[in-house]
């Protein structure tokens, strides 16, 4: 089969190998998916720079590939919910990805069924972005009718968690390039603010709940317009030791994440609000909600532009430059 592989890591990026590599064994607990299409995340990115390998040390060379849609080929022997011809889509197990290929071979409870009004291209655009939302509102603890701010919402993540969060009941503000305002307010944002022309750390404030997309630059301004005890899960800010004990990491990672993030955990300390990092992790329970509410509700995805397997990093460069208005697609 054909995949795209990562040899090792560049700290300035390097271009991925499309080459032929066997079609994966599946294990009793295992599904053989045949992929017809995969997401391309900034994620990527980071792993080809080995920003994330002391969260999950990968070995090469690595498949690469975080979110998928396709059909199953072949069950594994223990496996009852999925069967040969099912159309699935997942975000690959942190310690086992491998999307940008034809063939993977995928534990069963990463797993959830595609939503009927989805193609296989849409359904790609959703795992790992809907699953960041849902496990930082799972962080947040959000309730209904509660004001949360999503710094940078007009991106792929933005796209899944807007919706997401408006069918939990929340009040959805979030900043960006104005000529993304109408396809924001399309996805249920209540408010938007155009950063060309406004600071929305000058006209929002008390906020309940931040999902942060940027990272140091914007942190402060965020801490700021959270309320008193509000809490703020962040994407590209510093794990800190909770995250650390939440990831069940060694002790020894726990103590370098906890002096990483100390700095964020001093700004939350000082009016009792909560930092939180996610990693986002294979779930294919969350999914199965995710996928009711695409289907309850009739969610609309926002995929930006689509390529195939050969110009993987065409696809890799276009994420990089952080441009994209929606989820930048791989066909395969």
């Given at each position: 089969m054909k995949a795209a592989i990562l040899e090792k890591y560049a700290s300035e990026g390097r271009e991925l190998v499309v080459k032929d590599v066997p079609v994966p064994e599946v294990g009793d607990n295992e599904v053989l998916v045949n992929i017809k299409a995969a997401g391309v995340n900034p994620l990527d990115n980071m792993i080809v720079r080995g920003e994330v390998k002391l969260i999950v040390p990968y070995k090469f060379p690595l498949v690469m590939g975080n979110e998928f849609a396709g059909v199953v080929e072949k069950a594994g022997g223990k496996v009852t919910e999925f069967k040969k011809g099912d159309r699935?889509?997942?975000?690959?197990?942190?310690?086992?990805?491998?999307?940008?290929?034809?063939?993977?071979?995928?534990?069963?409870?990463?797993?959830?069924?595609?939503?009927d009004n989805l193609s296989?291209?849409?359904?790609?655009?959703?795992?790992?972005?809907?699953?960041?939302?849902?496990?930082?509102?799972?962080?947040?603890?959000?309730?209904?009718?509660?004001?949360?701010?999503?710094?940078?919402?007009?991106?792929?993540?933005g796209a899944m968690a807007i919706p997401i969060a408006k069918?939990?009941?929340?009040?959805?503000?979030?900043?960006?390039?104005?000529?993304?305002?109408?396809?924001?307010?399309?996805?249920?944002?209540?408010?938007?603010?155009?950063?060309?022309?406004?600071?929305?750390?000058?006209?929002?404030?008390?906020?309940?709940?931040?999902l942060d997309t940027l990272g140091d630059k914007e942190l402060e301004n965020e801490f700021k317009i959270l309320k008193d005890g509000g809490s703020l899960v962040s994407l590209r800010g510093l794990p800190n030791g909770e995250f650390a004990k939440r990831?069940?990491?060694?002790?020894?990672?726990?103590?370098?994440?906890?002096?990483?993030?100390?700095?964020y955990?001093?700004?939350?300390?000082?009016?009792?609000?909560?930092?939180?990092f996610i990693f986002v992790h294979e779930d294919g329970e969350g999914l199965k909600?995710?996928?009711?509410?695409?289907?309850?509700?009739?969610?609309?995805?926002?995929?930006?532009e689509i390529f195939s397997l050969d110009d993987i990093n065409k696809a890799m460069?276009?994420?990089?430059?952080?441009?994209?208005?929606?989820?930048?697609?791989?066909?395969?």
């Open positions: 699935v889509y997942a975000r690959m197990p942190l310690d086992k990805i491998g999307a940008f290929a034809e063939y993977a071979s995928v534990k069963a409870d990463a797993l959830a069924k595609i939503p296989f291209e849409e359904a790609a655009s959703v795992p790992l972005t809907a699953l960041t939302a849902w496990q930082a509102y799972e962080l947040m603890n959000v309730q209904k009718g509660g004001k949360l701010f999503i710094s940078g919402g007009t991106g792929s993540v069918s939990l009941g929340l009040n959805v503000i979030t900043n960006g390039s104005g000529d993304n305002e109408e396809r924001v307010r399309a996805l249920g944002a209540d408010q938007f603010i155009d950063y060309r022309k406004e600071n929305y750390a000058d006209i929002i404030s008390g906020v309940d709940y931040i990831m069940r990491m060694p002790l020894y990672k726990r103590a370098a994440f906890m002096i990483a993030g100390k700095k955990d001093k700004l939350a300390a000082k009016r009792g609000q909560r930092y939180h909600k995710i996928s009711e509410i695409f289907s309850d509700k009739k969610v609309q995805t926002s995929v930006d460069k276009k994420v990089a430059s952080g441009r994209s208005k929606g989820k930048t697609i791989i066909k395969i």
